[in-house]
């Protein structure tokens, strides 16, 4: 661990009347439900890794320091991550998380820099497929099976809007019943890193999946459209992106699914189907899917056609003298000097080339 981690940066500050009393509340205001969370969750880590109390005093720590402190601090909490074995992509969220509060501290004058660390690489999706159509029919027989009726018709409404809409599991915890129009088959959903609400189309089947829910609960005229139902001290309260985490795989293994299944990876199947259906169109499965780069959606389309692999046969082919279309022959493009060109010959196929023309016009004299 670092050194300004156990005694403090000589370079340090006295943040006292500087720093906000709520400065983290501040912070966190204008942020979602689900990203205050995890931002809360990833300060009060780092305030572990500085083995401080509160979030605020992580806070009044990191900003009390000078910037090259504050960097190498920072670099040492993202290496003793790396040695936890946890994943890039939770690293990266956690230096942004760290990142957003500084730049807060920038804006209100209490420090003059920003915090310079790389984040990590983040390797692209590999498996972008899901448990595919089949699967997400199997998980909808899963939980036409289960006994408890309520517990019924919420899963099954969960899952229609996972599919139906693609929709992340913190876009549909964060529903309420007012964000159903159910008049002209709408749901008003809050999208990944958005700070309105947009309204989304959604088919029939999954509104009345959703209505029967409702129905089911006796109606309501608010508060969280989903809510966990079991027997414990949560029943009642809103279904956490968590618990719907928990929720998809127990299904899974209900469905007898091979691989485990989650909330990201029914998201992942949809908006491949989504391309299949639309000849690949990515503009059309970008506005399904709410991604904010279309780079995003050619992952999917390539991991859905395997297009690297059908150019890697093609290569491969030229191995086994086939032409580009699979027929005997010599591949496009190549010349044939170079399958002349002497092997013993330190001269390349070009200059070999000159060399024994100019040998021949020798003896022709």
């Not at 370079?11 to 720093?19: K, T």
């Not at 289960?146 to 915890?173: F, Q």
């Not at 795989?249 to 691989?259: C, H, Q, S, T």
């Not at 200059?351 to 003896?363: F, K, L, Q, V």
Request: charge should be positive.
């Amino acid at each position: 661990m670092s050194d300004l981690v156990r005694t403090g940066s000589p370079a340090s500050i006295d943040l006292v009347g500087r720093v906000p009393d709520r400065l983290i509340a501040r912070w966190l205001a204008r942020k979602s439900e689900h990203t205050r969370r995890a931002y809360g969750r990833d300060l009060a880590d780092f305030g572990k890794f500085l083995k401080v109390a509160t979030p605020d005093e992580a806070a009044r720590h990191l900003l009390g320091l000078a910037p090259g402190d504050a960097n190498g601090v920072v670099i040492d909490f993202c290496e003793a991550l790396r040695q936890r074995g946890r994943a890039s992509a939770t690293i990266n969220r956690k230096l942004a998380a760290i990142r957003s509060l500084v730049s807060l501290g920038r804006v209100l004058g209490i420090v003059t820099w920003e915090l310079e660390v790389s984040a990590e690489r983040v390797q692209p999706y590999r498996d972008t497929k899901g448990p595919g159509t089949e699967g997400v029919r199997a998980l909808l027989s899963a939980a036409a099976s289960t006994k408890n009726p309520l517990k019924r018709l919420r899963d099954l409404a969960l899952l229609r809007l996972l599919w139906s809409l693609a929709l992340r599991r913190s876009e549909v915890c964060s529903l309420d019943v007012e964000h159903l129009d159910r008049e002209h088959g709408r749901i008003f959903v809050l999208r990944k890193a958005k700070t309105e609400r947009i309204w989304l189309s959604a088919p029939t089947p999954t509104m009345e999946a959703v209505a029967a829910y409702l129905v089911a609960r006796g109606n309501p005229e608010g508060g969280p459209l989903f809510l966990n139902v079991d027997r414990t001290k949560k029943g009642g309260r809103r279904l956490t992106p968590s618990g719907l985490h928990a929720i998809v795989g127990r299904l899974g293994e209900r469905a007898g699914l091979l691989k485990k299944v989650t909330p990201h990876k029914i998201r992942h199947a949809s908006i491949t189907r989504a391309l299949d259906a639309t000849a690949g169109d990515v503009r059309k499965a970008r506005f399904f899917s709410g991604h904010a780069r279309l780079e995003t959606l050619l992952i999917y389309d390539d991991n859905r056609e395997d297009l690297a692999g059908e150019v890697a046969s093609l290569v491969s082919a030229a191995l086994d003298g086939e032409g580009l279309h699979g027929q005997p022959g010599e591949v496009a493009g190549e010349s044939s000097h170079y399958r002349e060109h002497d092997p013993g010959s330190s001269d390349p196929p070009e200059e070999a080339g000159r060399c024994g023309s100019e040998t021949r016009r020798r003896r022709a004299r």
